[in-house]
C-alpha cells in the first residue's frame, strides 16, 4: 500500500492545530495531530520541507522502518519540533493500519486492558471557593479525578487560572508572549489550603491532582510534597524543570506524594534515569509529541518495568486527533493511569469528528476502524491560523523564570 499524497492542515477552531493526513493508493487515508503550541509552524515547515516529500512511493504498512528513517535517518535526534513531526506521521499511519485490518486501533495494539479510561477534568479558580465551585460543577458531571488550581494573594496572573471566572482557560494567548509573576513563598504558603478545602468539602474518594508548572527547585517541591500528605493527592505534577533528571531523587526521597513529569519530553531518553530509578510514579508526554504510538508503546512497556504508570498529557492544545488515539491506547496500554481532558471548544468539535465519547468520568473508544477521528477539511479552511504564545514568567524583582 503506497502512500500517493501527504500535505499538513494549519487550522484555528478555537486555537491553531497543525493536522497530518497521509494517502494511500488503496484509497484509506490517515490522520495525525502535528500541533507544538506556540511553535505550530516549525513543524509545519518540518513536515513539509523536509519528512513529506520523502514519505511518497513508501508502503504505509513499514511503520517501524519509517519511524527509523525519519528518526535515525535525520541525524539530528529528537527535539520537540523533529519528535512532533515524527508522532504525526505515526499517528496517521496506525491509523490506516487499523483502518486496512479493519479494526478500531486499541485491537491492532492487542485489545482491550479496560473497559473505560479514566479521564481529570481542570477546575480553577480566582480562589479557593471559586475552585471549590468549579470541583462540585465537574464532580455533578461525573468526573472521578480533578486537577485543582487557584488564584495566590498577591501574585496577578498565574498558570491554570483563567483571568475572569467561568470563562475557558487558554493559556496561548497573544502573538507576543504575556508576562506573568511569580513568587514561589506566597505560592508554597498558600497551595496546601487549597488541598485541606477540596478535601474537607468532597472527602477522601476523589481523586485529586495539581500542576505546578515546573516552577519550584528540588527542595521547595520536596517542601511542598511533604506539606500535602495529609491530602493524598493523585499525583504533584512537574514541580520542577527536571532537565536534570537527578532532581526528581531528593524530591522523591523527601515525600509519598507521587510525582508525575515530562508533558515537555519527547523521548525516552528524556526520562531513563527517572524510570530506572523510580523516582516518579506517571509519564506525561502525549502520543503527539513522544513519537506516536511507536514511540510511546515503547516508553510505557520501558515504565510498566518498574510500576510507572500513563498518565497522557491532554489540554485542549492537543487536538482530538491526539486525544481519540490516546483513547484508544490508554484502552490497550496494561499500565495505564489516568488521561488528562480539558474539553475542546465547540469549533474545534466541529472540525474533528471523532467517536471517543465521555460517559461518567471515563472515556469510551469507539469502534470504527483507525483511531476514530477525521478533519473535515472545508470546515477547517473557515478557521485560518491566528499567531499565539505561551506567556513567560518573572520573578517579582523580574528574573525571568519557568513558565
Ligand atoms: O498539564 C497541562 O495540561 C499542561 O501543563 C498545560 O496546561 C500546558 O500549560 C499547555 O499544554 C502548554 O501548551
Ligand atoms: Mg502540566
Not at 39 to 49: C, G, I, P, S, T
Not at 175 to 195: C, D, G, M, Q, V
Not at 302 to 321: E, M, Q
Amino acid at each position: 500500500m503506497k502512500i500517493t499524497e501527504a500535505y499538513t492542515i494549519v487550522s484555528s477552531p478555537g486555537r491553531n492545530f497543525v493536522t497530518l493526513k497521509i494517502k494511500t493508493d488503496s484509497g484509506l487515508y490517515g490522520i495525525g495531530d502535528a500541533t507544538l503550541n506556540g511553535r505550530e509552524k516549525a513543524v509545519v515547515a518540518y513536515l513539509d520541507e523536509h519528512v513529506l516529500p520523502a514519505l511518497i512511493g513508501r508502503d504505509a504498512h513499514q511503520i517501524e522502518d519509517i519511524w527509523h528513517y525519519l528518526y535515525r535517518g535525520a541525524y539530528w535526534r529528537r527535539g520537540p519540533v523533529t519528535m512532533s513531526a515524527i508522532s504525526a506521521v505515526d499517528l496517521a499511519l496506525w491509523d490506516i493500519k487499523a483502518k486496512a485490518a479493519n479494526m478500531p486501533l486499541y485491537q491492532l495494539l492487542g485489545g482491550k486492558s479496560r473497559e473505560r479510561v479514566m479521564t481529570y477534568a481542570h477546575c480553577t479558580g480566582q480562589d479557593i471557593e471559586t475552585c471549590l465551585e468549579e470541583v462540585q460543577k465537574h464532580v455533578d458531571l461525573g468526573y472521578k479525578a480533578v486537577r485543582v488550581q487557584a488564584g495566590v494573594p498577591g501574585i496577578k496572573t498565574i498558570y491554570g487560572v483563567a483571568k475572569t471566572p467561568g470563562e475557558r482557560y487558554e493559556p496561548a494567548d497573544a502573538a507576543i508572549p504575556a508576562e506573568h509573576s511569580w513568587s514561589t513563598e506566597k505560592y508554597l504558603n498558600h497551595a496546601p489550603k487549597l488541598f485541606k478545602a477540596v478535601r474537607e468539602r468532597f472527602g477522601d474518594e476523589l481523586h485529586v491532582l495539581h500542576d505546578v508548572h515546573h516552577r519550584l527547585t528540588p527542595i521547595e517541591a520536596a517542601r511542598l510534597g511533604k506539606a500535602v500528605e495529609p491530602y493524598h493527592l493523585f499525583w504533584l505534577e512537574d514541580c520542577v524543570p527536571a532537565e536534570n533528571q537527578e532532581s526528581m531523587k531528593l524530591i522523591r526521597q523527601h515525600t509519598t506524594t507521587p510525582l508525575a513529569i515530562g508533558e515537555v519530553f519527547n523521548s525516552i531518553h528524556d526520562y531513563r534515569e527517572m524510570i530506572e530509578n523510580q523516582w516518579i510514579d506517571y509519564i506525561r508526554t502525549p502520543l503527539s509529541h513522544g513519537g506516536g504510538i511507536t514511540g510511546l508503546r515503547r516508553l510505557a512497556d520501558f515504565a510498566g518495568l518498574y510500576h510507572i504508570r500513563t498518565g497522557f498529557h491532554g489540554p485542549t492544545d492537543l487536538s482530538p486527533v491526539c486525544l481519540g488515539a490516546a483513547v484508544h491506547f490508554d484502552t490497550w496500554v496494561p499500565n495505564f493511569g489516568i488521561q488528562e481532558h480539558m474539553a475542546h471548544d465547540p469549533l474545534t468539535d466541529e472540525v474533528f469528528p471523532h467517536d471517543y465519547r465521555f460517559e461518567n468520568g471515563h472515556f469510551i473508544a469507539g469502534e470504527a476502524p483507525g483511531h476514530g477521528v477525521d478533519i473535515d477539511e472545508d470546515a477547517a479552511a473557515r478557521y485560518p491560523y491566528k499567531p499565539a504564545s505561551l506567556p513567560v514568567n518573572r520573578l517579582e524583582d523580574g528574573t525571568l523564570w519557568h513558565w
